[in-house]
């Protein structure tokens, strides 16, 4: 017998079907499609995902960092007073971050009209931060707006490929800091924040255009000032060679100097953050008053901003709902510099569309080929392991891998194709009930149902043993019955013998006229259908005597029945035509065991079995009676009376078994003894059941042509 698994994976194949395929592969289709176009809200629950991706495993802070921020925070504000601070204090914050030896000094703050003094007169404060800014190493700020006036800009752009313009944040002009401020000013570069639909920044542009020119941003300005280059240097893709998945061309990488930075088609960089950290501020009246080590600002980018709440300047993170502007700038330069910022190279698309069509297909076949508890195991370790995947990219390789669609095509197909195979299972099994309903026992047509493999429709060659029965006396006691009541007689007759085939598992073949054909060990396995058929005769033999007994029975014909038994190979399966068709039993097995019943009413005994059967079952209480060649075969076939089970092979019943086997041969070469063992055994009480047999022995007008040796039968 197959294992329980390999038979419903059989059974699950067989059952998806061409039209439960082709519906299980929309949820592919349609992720795919999602995957390749990613409108808006494919993007949304990708950024989504990425964002936990942050939460889970955000960037270690480094506490040697070389990127501090001079907070304007409540603290300083408080000492200091309110914002803005006059520029003369400006000035000294400059010249005191510049005195310690500031790499690189930032101002996210913009001066962009004179100061005032009380009397409206222009203040020296103006003057004196000019003068700070050109003493230093300073990069000034300049938020980009529509409108605004023409930018100027210090950085010098190479471009390999493609014109970036097309591709970058669009402004049409910028609100300038002072001229006497911009002219001292090593570098000039835009604040602005480009956020996403829910407001959240998750990257920043390295480059914008405006209005044609283009323009850096406060973190790609500050490297190049801090590096001392005087030029970006922009590559395209078609300078590179590279496209991404739709062949549309874009920004590929910047490079600032000595870094060179992967960036989006739009030329900006995902930032990895690592969150607000108190590490990285530095409060500006410490600075001010001179309480910090230079050793902490030497060398070091250093970011002029408002932390302060009441600035207002806050942002929304994945790792924060609201931090400081400037803190993001800061992350922006922490993450270039540590090679940290996260990539979603070009390619992606494509390998995340071809995991969405192995996702899928692989969903479908453990649902057609799987039980569905380890198609379900299967599929979510696939899921999982997406997951994972896509986790180990980002926290190893810091690239973006989406799950989400490959994921959900595999679950979605896996689901479908599983509804489907339940379904067609379910129909499948409402259809063997049906076919077989009539044919076995319930119990058995229930295994037939929930696993029909056990069953081969098309046919197959097995082992089986047969039973043909004819009931005698019929005819005299129907003779005198309508149409209607023959049949009723004829259904209160078979009802009976029936479910003793069911109850010993066999399969009822068909009724013929007042007789049947029944079958064991198909389309179950029967392991012992040999003795499961002789129980059933033994039984249906005892039933007929009961119905003789019943007081019904009120012919002075006595019903009989005859049993013929054999066993052998036969083919099995569906027969008939396209139109109808039966389960049924074909083979030399079958026409075998039909001659041998006719055989129960020439030689006066109820129930014969072949000597296969006899050879199969030695424990049960058989009698020979001969070997006959049966019409069509020219082999002898050794025929055997059923007397009894195992509990009738008594030891009275062993000698009388010899003698009578003993009697048998003996007769069959006219001894003379033989004949006179004949006789007893006809005298002794368990031969009391066997007397027409011996009179058929005995008879002396019997010739010798139709002995049980030599009988021809058909």
């Given at each position: ?5 390999e ?13 439960g ?71 000294q914050?400059i010249?005191?971050?510049s ?7 930032i ?17 020296s404060?103006?003057?004196r ?25 210090k950085a010098?752009f ?6 970036p ?12 800091p ?21 407001l959240?920044v ?9 209005s ?19 030029t ?19 920004v590929?990488?910047?490079?600032i ?54 600035l ?16 993001i ?68 390789l ?45 119990e058995?047509v ?30 005299a006691?129907s ?7 023959v ?22 073949d ?11 060990n ?29 007081p ?20 099995v ?25 006719p055989?129960?009413?020439d ?14 079952a ?6 020979f ?20 089970d ?7 019943f ?6 009578h ?29 066997y ?8 008879a ?15």
């Amino acid at each position: 017998m197959r294992r329980e698994g390999e038979k419903t994976k059989a059974h699950a194949k067989a059952t998806l079907g061409p039209i439960g395929l082709l519906v299980s592969c929309i949820p592919i289709v349609l992720c795919a499609l999602a995957t390749l176009s990613e409108p808006f809200g494919v993007r949304a629950l990708r950024d989504l995902e990425f964002d936990a991706f942050q939460r889970w495993s955000p960037r270690a802070y480094d506490t040697s960092s070389p990127v501090k921020v001079a907070a304007i925070d409540d603290d300083s504000i408080s000492r200091l007073g309110q914002w803005p601070w006059p520029r003369e204090v400006m000035a000294q914050l400059i010249e005191k971050l510049s005195g310690a030896g500031a790499a690189t000094i930032i101002l996210d703050v913009l001066f962009s009209e004179p100061e005032r003094t009380a009397h409206g007169t222009t203040s020296s404060g103006d003057q004196r931060v000019a003068d700070a800014i050109a003493a230093g190493r300073v990069v000034l700020g300049m938020p980009l707006a529509d409108p605004g006036a023409e930018p100027e800009v210090k950085a010098g752009f190479a471009i390999a490929g493609d014109t970036p313009q097309a591709f970058l944040p669009r402004f049409s002009g910028a609100i300038l800091p002072l001229k006497s401020m911009r002219d001292g000013a090593l570098g000039l570069s835009a604040m602005n924040f480009i956020p996403d639909r829910d407001l959240v920044v998750r990257e920043l542009p390295t480059i914008f255009n405006v209005s044609g020119r283009l323009v850096p941003s406060i973190a790609a300005e500050a490297l190049r000032v801090a590096q001392d280059a005087s030029t970006f240097v922009i590559r395209s893709s078609t300078a590179s060679g590279e496209t991404d998945f739709a062949y549309q061309p874009g920004v590929i990488a910047i490079k600032i100097g000595a870094l060179e930075s992967p960036t989006s088609q739009s030329g900006s960089i995902r930032i990895r953050y690592s969150g607000a950290r108190a590490e990285r501020e530095i409060p500006a009246w410490k600075i001010l008053a001179g309480e910090v080590d230079p050793v902490t600002i030497e060398g070091k980018i250093v970011l002029i901003g408002a932390t302060a709440s009441a600035l207002h300047d806050l942002r929304a993170t994945p790792l924060d709902n609201a931090i400081p502007g400037v803190h993001i700038h800061a992350e922006m330069i922490e993450s270039m510099l540590a090679g940290a910022q996260i990539t979603r190279p070009d390619f992606m698309r494509g390998l995340e569309t071809l995991l969405v069509l192995i996702g899928g297909f692989f969903g479908i076949a453990a649902a057609s080929r799987l039980p569905p508890l380890s198609g379900s195991i299967v599929t979510a370790a696939l899921v999982g392991g997406l997951v994972v995947v896509s986790a180990v990219g980002f926290t190893q390789l810091q690239q973006l891998l989406d799950p989400l669609w490959p994921g959900a095509a595999s679950i979605s197909a896996f689901g479908i194709a599983a509804i489907t195979v339940l379904r067609r299972t379910e129909r499948e099994r409402r259809d063997v009930r049906r076919a077989f309903a009539h044919y076995l026992s319930p119990e058995l047509v229930e295994v037939l149902a929930r696993d029909p493999s056990r069953l081969v429709l098309g046919g197959e060659t097995r082992p089986i043993t047969i039973l043909f029965s004819d009931i005698r006396g019929f005819t005299a006691r129907s003779e005198n019955l309508s149409a209607e009541n023959v049949v009723s007689f004829l259904n209160s007759i078979h009802t009976p013998l029936t479910q003793h085939v069911l109850d010993t598992h066999g399969t009822l073949d068909k009724y013929i006229g007042d007789g049947m054909m029944a079958f064991w060990n198909a389309p179950i396995e029967v392991p012992d259908h040999v003795r499961a058929a002789l129980r059933t005769a033994l039984r249906m033999q005892q039933t007929v005597e009961q119905m003789n007994q019943a007081p019904s029975a009120k012919t002075s014909e006595r019903l009989a029945i005859g049993i013929g038994i054999h066993t052998g190979p036969a083919c099995v399966g569906n027969t008939g035509s396209q139109q109808r068709f039966d389960y049924s039993a074909i083979g030399d097995t079958v026409n075998t065991a039909a001659r041998i019943e006719p055989l129960c009413k020439d030689l006066k005994v109820g129930i014969l079995v072949s000597g296969a059967v006899a050879e199969a079952a030695p424990d049960f209480a058989l009698l020979f009676v001969g070997r006959m060649a049966l019409r069509g075969r020219q082999k002898e076939v050794g025929l055997y009376a059923l007397h009894g089970d195992e509990s009738a092979v008594t030891p009275e019943f062993a000698e009388f078994r010899n003698h009578h086997e003993k009697a048998v041969e003996l007769s069959q070469r006219n001894d003379a003894m033989g004949f006179a063992l004949l006789e007893e055994c006809r005298q002794h009480e368990l031969g009391a059941r066997y007397r027409g047999f011996y009179d058929s022995l005995l008879a002396p007008e019997m010739p010798s042509a139709s002995k049980p040796r030599n009988q021809q039968v058909g």
